[in-house]
């Protein structure tokens, strides 16, 4: 007689989502810890666990903390809407190939303003596959991420070696940021002029050039106007939309962050 005795399997996934997640055909729409029983191949169990993250009632602004580890020159990330365009980003961090350098271990603080009604989500990549894990190569720092809202809510956070990328989805349901954005004579800025508006307002892009493609939202997130133009000062007028709260948004400059209008 020949037996075999065949393995069955374990499986974890860690996923986020912004309000549901369906999982094996059922939909989640909380956080928590679920398992499913398949039958493998050769008939042997095979158990799934799902870790599952619910990220909501979050408040902009967002602040990442990253610590970079030795190899920072492989490190990259963004943050991104629903419709894929990047908001923030950063790499190219000044790092040696070969370990260490100017940015090593370096703490990177960035505050994000960030429209509300929106979904967005968080990347975090390593080029090379070792995520923030540096310790395994040599006497090496490993490094570290965390990202929290404006009441210090912690959205997500990690350490050590993740592979080649993570993401972490959320919605964000209230902002909170300032008329003018940029700082700095040479820093790209955007003005808006006068707001609260009535019939009109003008939009000012600073130190940055076009072509500009502008979005202005509603609080439901719908599109109410689109405008394309090479010029950096831009009137925006004959909007058929009544009084109330509104989003700009510079769709293909993402240094330039999304700013709060009132129309009266």
Known sequence: MLLIISESYFLVDSVSSCSTYT?????????????????????????????????????????????LD?????TFWNVKDSRDTVIYSGQNYNCSSSGGGQQANTLIIENMNLAPNECYTFELGDVFGDGLGASQWGPYNDGSWLIKDYNNLVIGQGQGNFGFLIEYSFFVDESNFTNVIGDGDL?????????????STTVKIQNI??????????????????????????????????????WLVIKNQSNLKPIKLIKE
């Open 70 to 74: 030795d190899f920072c020159l492989e």
């Open 23 to 67: 999982f094996n055909g059922v939909q989640y729409t909380t956080s928590g810890v679920y398992t499913d029983t398949l039958s493998s191949a050769s008939g042997c169990d095979s158990i799934i666990s799902l870790v599952l993250t619910i990220n909501g009632g979050i408040t902009a602004p967002i602040t990442l903390e990253l610590l």
């Open 209 to 246: 050039d076009g072509p500009h493609t502008l979005e202005l939202f509603d609080l439901s997130g719908r599109i109410v106007k689109t405008i394309t133009t090479i010029s950096n000062e831009i009137t925006i007028d004959d909007i058929s939309t009544s009084r109330g709260i509104y």
């Open 187 to 199: 820093q790209p800025k955007l003005t808006v002029y006068p707001n609260p508006f009535n019939e």
